[in-house]
């Protein structure tokens, strides 16, 4: 079976400040990790993806995700966080060998960003 | 603009109605699938299909059921055997995730149901 931990509920940060949106996960094999965004009352954005190579992954609206397989971590980062980032976000993974690709999310972690 | 369309975006029903949730997609993908958000829950899976005219169950298909006659539509049917049927439903699509490819999920805009 494969999971998700996103062990914040909630992160604040100030505006200009580097926000880090935390994520563990377990999976049988090499893992497919996501990161998506939701505002209020939408649908889920994808950010970024991790699928092989390098462990730093750069993704849409500044944001990047560091993997670290021995701590099985896909951490969320933002060197400056934006008010207008303040949002929803969730993990997801993925094995390669789940059956028809079903991916698991987490529980999602609410990011304020205050001026 | 290609993407995903669901509809309605809110809906409410009385007890012991079934109602159809529509989701087309526009995308030209052949995964399609169905999840339910509760708050403080994440996304749980619903039904998926990889393929027309097949579906699998996904972890809490009871009460649900779904068809995939085309490969842009996917719809949801809620029925009555639903429980706890109010919650925020999204339908999401990718790309063939065969042989291990690793297609990100497209989303749609959701659809609120509202059990009165």
């Known amino acids: 079976a494969q999971s998700v931990a996103q062990p914040e509920d909630q992160v604040n940060v100030a505006e200009g400040n580097p926000l880090t949106v935390k994520c563990t996960y377990s999976?049988?094999?090499?893992?497919?990790l996501f990161w998506y965004v939701q505002y209020p009352n939408r649908g889920l954005q994808f950010l970024l993806k991790?699928?092989?190579?390098?462990?730093l992954v750069k993704g849409s609206y500044g944001f990047e995700a560091e993997f670290n397989k021995s701590q099985t971590s896909f951490h969320l980062k933002k060197p400056s966080a934006l008010v207008s980032d303040s949002a929803l976000y969730f993990c997801?993974?993925?094995?390669?060998?789940?059956?028809?690709?079903?991916?698991?999310f987490g529980d999602g972690t609410t990011l304020t960003v205050k001026p | 603009d290609g993407g995903i369309t669901q509809s309605p975006k809110y809906l409410f029903r009385k007890e012991g109605q079934n109602v159809t949730l529509s989701c087309e997609q526009n995308?030209?993908?052949?995964?399609m699938y169905w999840y339910r958000q509760d708050p403080g829950q994440g996304l749980r899976l619903i039904y998926y299909?990889?393929?027309?005219?097949?579906?699998q169950k996904g972890d809490i298909a009871e009460g649900y059921s779904v068809s995939r006659e085309k490969k842009e539509s996917f719809p949801l049917t809620v029925t009555s055997a639903q429980k706890n049927p109010t919650a925020f439903y999204l339908c999401?699509?990718?790309?063939?995730?065969?042989?291990?490819?690793?297609?990100?999920?497209?989303f749609g805009e959701g659809s609120r149901l509202t059990v009165l």
């Open positions: 991790y699928i092989t190579g390098d462990n």
């Open positions: 299909s990889q393929i027309v005219n097949d579906f």
């Open positions: 999976v049988s094999g090499n893992p497919y």
């Open positions: 995308l030209n993908h052949d995964a």
């Open positions: 999401a699509s990718s790309i063939t995730v065969t042989g291990g490819a690793a297609g990100e999920l497209f």
């Open positions: 997801a993974v993925r094995g390669y060998n789940t059956n028809a690709g079903k991916s698991t």
